[in-house]
């Protein structure tokens, strides 16, 4: 049975980091606001490294326009652990290291805290509860079809609709904004939260190579007190015949020369599994009165897999705009204008790069050498998603000759 009962000025799809942004800052600025979110809580599971870059790095990869990064701000307060270091090692141990300083949040407590203030400023939010269906017709899309765990279906009637519900997003699908993924465009993950762990805490270690991370990198990242988010993802066309990626991780534990030192008295505590969406952006974002943020707009700085900084800014863009547009003072594709003048440039550099990693990465030779000869400013530059110009413009014949 469909009942339909209720209007608000904006239906949210997801209680991620994209969602609780937009939530939060709709209900800030007065609108009627709803949340549908299909687990028993905002990030009941976190599936994510929680690395989060420091304010200094985030304004050198995502350039400060506008008023649009207040949220994200708030993420220093939630951390439980500050890295100063990107460590990058090769398949065969050659090591390089970059500067840079990060944060490691408590990303459930984080998103919790802007789900929360959105409740308490007047927002609605519907749990173990999911979107079935939009409710297309007329001008646009009216509402959502939801339904409870083990209960009715409704429909959420809305001015404006948002799909923040991650990589797989129903929302995109049916509002006609999916793209499909290519093998080389969605990285599968698993991730074990161990403690235990006996490195440098201020060292975030990324790790390359066929045998742990075919086609993408395994990661260890010091949540602080010995506890760690250690992990490794895929691309299928580079994984072995008859591999796997649980094979990959742990091997990547028990077998790393550098890693398994680091993690021999290690224990797991949790696990999780994961894709991150590596295609780059949507061409379209916005549709009829839909919006898509977040995964489900592919907002991905993807060589380096940092999708929690741009869904946050994206959802406080696109909150801003919903409440211009409802007063009727903006068309709600200024949406779309505004989140790509500010992060389409650090999402396209970093599927350049992702892209030169492709003709690279099948090769453990190559990607060793190629860490080798890469020159220390230029890392630094790729790192935060920026392309040197030397690469540029040498990029066919340095994936040629190595
Ligand atoms: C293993 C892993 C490690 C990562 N590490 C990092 C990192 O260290 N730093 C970083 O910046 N990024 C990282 N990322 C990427 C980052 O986690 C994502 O980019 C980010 O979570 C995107 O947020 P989102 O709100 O768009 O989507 P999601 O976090 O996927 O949230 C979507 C929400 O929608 C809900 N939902 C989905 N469908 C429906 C439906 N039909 N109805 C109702 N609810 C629905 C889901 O339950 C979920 O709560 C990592 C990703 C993975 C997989």
């Avoid at 994200?72 to 939630?78: K, Q």
């Avoid at 949540?223 to 015949?241: A, D, H, Q, W």
Wanted: include cysteine; aromatic fraction near 8%; charge should be positive.
């Amino acid at each position: 049975m469909v009942r339909n009962d209720s209007f608000y000025d904006v239906v949210i799809v997801g209680a991620g980091p994209a969602g609780a942004a937009v939530a939060f800052t709709t209900a800030k600025l007065g609108l009627k606001t709803v949340i549908v979110e299909q687990m028993p809580e905002p990030e009941h599971r976190v599936r994510c490294g929680e690395f989060m870059p420091g304010l200094e790095e985030i304004f050198r990869i995502i350039p400060e326009k506008g008023d649009f990064f207040s949220l994200l701000l708030e993420s220093e307060r939630f951390s439980t652990n500050i890295t100063r270091e990107i460590s990058l090692v090769s398949p065969f141990g050659y090591e390089r290291r970059v500067n840079f300083g990060a944060y490691v949040i408590d990303r459930r407590r984080y998103v919790q805290w802007m789900v929360g203030k959105a409740v308490d400023m007047g927002a609605e939010l519907l749990l173990n509860t999911r979107c079935v269906q939009l409710e297309i017709g007329g001008e646009g899309v009216r509402g959502v079809v939801v339904k409870r765990k083990g209960g009715d279906q409704k429909v959420l009637k809305g001015n404006v609709i948002v799909g923040a519900d991650g990589a797989d997003s129903s929302v995109a699908k049916q509002g006609s904004m999916f793209r499909s993924y290519g093998d080389l465009d969605l990285v599968t993950t698993r991730q074990y939260v161990m403690e235990n762990f006996l490195g440098d805490e201020d060292v975030c270690r990324m790790y390359i190579g066929q045998d742990y991370s075919p086609g993408a990198y395994a990661w260890i990242i010091p949540k602080g007190e010995g506890t760690i988010n250690v992990g490794t993802g895929i691309r299928k066309p580079y994984l072995r015949s008859g591999d796997t990626l649980r094979g990959c991780l742990q091997r990547f534990i028990k077998d790393h020369p550098q890693a398994s030192n680091l993690l021999k008295d290690a224990t797991v505590k949790g696990v999780i599994s994961a894709h991150v969406p590596v295609g780059g952006s949507l061409e379209k974002t916005f549709w009829k009165n839909v919006l898509l943020v977040g995964d489900a707009a592919g907002q991905v700085i993807v060589h380096v897999g940092a999708g929690m900084p741009p869904a946050i800014i994206a959802g406080e863009i696109a909150g801003q705009t919903i409440t211009k547009y409802l007063e009727g003072n903006t068309p709600l594709s200024d949406y779309e204008k505004i989140w790509k003048s500010i992060m389409q440039k650090p999402i396209k550099n970093g599927l350049y790069i992702r892209k030169l990693w492709d003709k690279i990465a099948h090769n453990d030779k190559k990607a060793e050498k190629f860490l080798k000869i890469i020159r220390q400013g230029m890392l630094e530059k790729m790192i935060r998603a920026k392309i040197p110009i030397t690469v540029r413009l040498f990029a066919p014949i340095i994936t040629k000759i190595l």
